[in-house]
T-cell receptor, first 113, second 115 residues
Framework: GQQVMQIPQYQHVQEGEDFTTYCNSS?????IQWYKQRPGGHPVFLIQ?????EVKKQKRLTFQFGEAKKNSSLHITATQTTDVGTYFC?????????????FGKGTKLSVKP | GAGVSQSPSNKVTEKGKDVELRCDPI?????LYWYRQSLGQGLEFLIY????????KSGLPSDRFSAERTGGSVSTLTIQRTQQEDSAVYLC?????????????FGNGTRLTVT
């Protein structure tokens, strides 16, 4: 079945450094969503990518969707302590189960001030 | 309007007891998901409801787990004869239209502790 792999599992950075998390699907995706979960909180939707090769920016966050629509990345420029949390990608496939939405295991980001 | 509401926020139960977890989705959202999140882990899919269609139960870990959604709105997740490995945060999410570009809106979850 469809699988979504996310790396790295953990990332520790110094405040001001950049951060990137990668998401890879075993199958072609119709779209991909990204969520952020703060410590002790619940996942909150960040953005959705739909088009092949799409790039979207939200302030210091840059999201990319691969040309083949099987991989995606989230890049944070100049991390701040407010970026701490776990970032999940969620790929939506074509047909199948689970509401067509498969979550990666997440990348936990810690930022040292 | 109000977000996804889950109750109780915390539940401590003894091994072997049954528990019911409730989810009240955002009004008008037709799709409802249940996920389980163990400490520091990812989101484990449990079950998915979409309108009046048969639910996708492919993620339920055992026959001790069941869920229903009444009237296309409120959902209840029931765990029978709870075990210690059932301890986790149970998250409910709803979305406006399934199979489209609708994001999931999560509730704050129910933290279940089985002693």
């Amino acid at each position: 079945g469809q699988q979504v792999m996310q790396i790295p599992q953990y990332q520790h950075v110094q405040e001001g450094e950049d951060f990137t998390t990668y998401c890879n699907s075993s199958t072609t995706l119709s779209n991909i969503q990204w969520y952020k979960q703060r410590p002790g909180g619940h996942p909150v939707f960040l953005i959705q990518l739909v088009k092949s090769g799409e790039v979207k920016k939200q302030k210091r966050l840059t999201f990319q969707f691969g040309e083949a629509k099987k991989n995606s990345s989230l890049h944070i420029t100049a991390t701040q302590t407010t970026d701490v949390g776990t970032y999940f990608c969620a790929g939506r496939g074509y047909g199948g189960s689970q509401g067509n939405l498969i979550f990666g295991k997440g990348t936990k980001l810690s930022v040292k001030p | 309007g109000a977000g996804v509401s889950q109750s109780p926020s915390n539940k401590v139960t003894e091994k072997g007891k049954d528990v019911e977890l409730r989810c009240d989705p955002i009004s008008g959202h037709t799709a409802l998901y249940w996920y389980r999140q163990s400490l520091g882990q990812g989101l484990e899919f449990l079950i998915y409801f979409q309108g009046n269609s048969a639910p996708d139960k492919s993620g339920l870990p055992s026959d001790r787990f069941s869920a229903e959604r009444t009237g296309g709105s409120v959902s209840t997740l029931t765990i029978q004869r709870t075990q210690q490995e059932d301890s986790a945060v149970y998250l409910c999410a709803s979305s406006l239209v399934p199979g489209s570009n609708s994001p999931l809106h999560f509730g704050n979850g129910t933290r279940l502790t089985v002693t």
